[in-house]
């Protein structure tokens, strides 16, 4: 229809930069004022990270197993949960989810929830982490990426909690993923949800 302004979205793109794991490219965006810009846009596969409960999630302070890992980005070493970006082998979220948890601590899970999707930085980029937690835990096998240096610790939730509230925990998918199952642990287990499919990441 004439005269009719367009939606916001993408009108171009140049493509910079395709790597390993990350593509960078300049976007032509139409905002939804209908002025038009150039926006730095990463695109990411997305990702999976797991809270694993050593004890019944229920428990008032369950165990929780984490990581210390060098993260160069960082600068350094940091606290945070199992997690790593989707392979073209997993069948769907919840693979990924599997994979990584037995890759990273080397304990496998029964009880698989799905928590929430978190979109990490969508100021630049579109990558989603999926949240689970998991509980059933029995011993896998380790099988760490090359540039994987990292430490496996147990904390009681409670400890999690201190290290969020006194700053000493950073890394957002952790901060959330404890929140959510500090705040909905008792709604998780009741009802389990479904992970959307891979195509919707």
Request: hydrophobic share 40%; with cysteine; glycine share 8%.
């Amino acid at each position: 229809m004439a005269g009719e302004v367009e939606g916001p979205g993408r009108i171009g793109r140049r493509e910079i930069w395709d790597g390993r794991i990350v593509r960078l490219s300049l976007d032509t965006v139409r905002f939804p004022d209908g002025r038009t810009g150039e926006l730095e846009f990463i695109r990411h596969r997305g990702a999976a990270a797991v809270v694993p409960f050593l004890d019944d999630p229920l428990d008032p302070d369950p165990r929780i197993v984490v990581l210390r890992q060098y993260r160069y980005a960082a600068g350094g070493v940091i606290l945070e949960i199992p997690a790593g970006i989707v392979d073209p082998g997993d069948a769907d979220w919840e693979s990924c989810a599997r994979r990584e948890l037995e890759e990273e601590t080397g304990h496998r899970t029964a009880d698989l929830r799905y928590l929430a999707p978190i979109h990490t930085t969508p100021g630049f980029t579109d990558e989603v982490i999926h949240l689970f937690a998991a509980a059933a835990l029995s011993e896998g096998r380790k099988d760490r990426d090359e540039d994987e240096y990292l430490e496996v610790e147990t904390l009681r939730l409670s400890e999690l909690l201190e290290g969020i509230r006194d700053g000493a925990i950073t890394d957002a998918k952790t901060v959330a993923a404890l929140q959510h199952v500090h705040a909905f642990r008792d709604q998780v287990w009741p009802q389990r949800r479904s992970a959307p499919p891979l195509s919707s990441s």
